[in-house]
């Protein structure tokens, strides 16, 4: 009797052993697969999902001080007036409780002409604090934050977003300061970063009368011939000119923000991001008319003064 295998055995041994080889050859795969996900929720999403909080965050939360806006108003007074407006001057205002406070001059900055990218302005936040009673209440509080790009010391040819913020220190002034604390890096891997801002411009037009439809009543829709209608539209700008801005549109800071650009992760992929928000407290300036009653008691100051 010889000893050794039939055909059969070997053919049924190939088969078992190639169905092992597929089956731990596609275990692999799915290990790959997962692998490579997780990394680009690492490398990807987590980044771009920080990034986006951040300035939706600071976006929305935007405003200008009052006591800002103010400095401006008497800037627009004074050259009614025919007066240098570089004589008006920058000093603290008192609200309605007669507390004193500093105006900001530049209350939002942005500077793209450079190769360095740099964004700042005012903005408010809320932080969920536990009262007395166990309640969940979301209090205030005011700071300056800064976006800063510059060149990625790790990857050649792209850029890094640095983020700086302070509840303290308001002024624009210390933000430009390379040493400046806190700082730390928001995004990496950035090969383009753009920024657009929208206003609201404002025009008053007569509204014309409409011609009546063939065999129906002309309806009155609320607006007659001759009367004004008040009409807004978006205008749409790159750069920040802040005087120019404020004599055309009475506003310190935009309407609408929005981010776009391209990061790459570490394996040359790209990934394109657009970030679009509104400005909550945008509200272009309107003089207050005074009362009756503040009328009449400017006119008895003026009259004690004269006497």
Not at 81 to 94: L, T
């Given at each position: ?157 792209q850029f890094r977003l640095l983020y700086r913020f302070s509840g ?77 801005i404020w004599s055309k549109y009475k506003t310190l800071i935009p ?53």
């Amino acid at each position: 009797m010889r000893k050794g295998f039939t055909v059969i055995e070997v053919v049924l041994a190939l088969f078992f052993a190639s169905l092992i080889s597929l089956s731990l050859f596609q275990l692999l795969n799915q290990v790959r697969r997962g692998v490579k996900r997780i990394v680009n929720v690492i490398e990807v999403d987590a980044p771009l999902m920080s990034f986006y909080n951040q300035v939706e965050k600071d976006v929305t939360g935007m405003f200008a001080p009052f006591s800002s806006i103010e400095v401006y108003s008497q800037k627009d007074k004074a050259a009614s007036k025919e007066q240098d407006r570089k004589k008006v001057p920058f000093a603290p205002q008192k609200d309605e409780a007669g507390r004193t406070s500093k105006p900001i001059e530049n209350v939002f900055e942005l500077d793209v002409a450079t190769q360095t990218f740099f964004w700042s302005f005012i903005t408010t936040g809320g932080i969920q604090v536990l009262d007395a009673s166990g309640n969940v209440t979301p209090v205030p509080f005011v700071r300056r934050v800064a976006y800063v790009l510059e060149q990625d010391p790790d990857r050649q040819g792209q850029f890094r977003l640095l983020y700086r913020f302070s509840g303290t220190q308001l002024e624009l002034s210390a933000f430009k300061d390379s040493n400046f604390k806190p700082t730390y890096e928001l995004i990496s891997g950035i090969k383009s970063f753009n920024i657009e801002l929208s206003l609201l411009e404002v025009a008053e037009k007569e509204a014309k009368k409409s011609e009546p439809s063939k065999g129906k009543e002309q309806e009155d829709d609320g607006k007659k011939a001759g009367q004004t209608v008040v009409a807004s539209h978006t205008i749409t700008v790159k750069e920040w000119r802040r005087d120019e801005i404020w004599s055309k549109y009475k506003t310190l800071i935009p309407a609408y923000v929005k981010v776009s650009g391209v990061r790459a992760d570490l394996t040359g992929i790209e990934y394109p991001f657009v970030i679009v928000n509104k400005v909550y407290a945008y509200s272009p300036y309107v003089e207050k008319e005074k009362s009756l009653f503040e009328a009449l008691e400017d006119i008895a100051k003026n009259i004690w003064k004269k006497k």
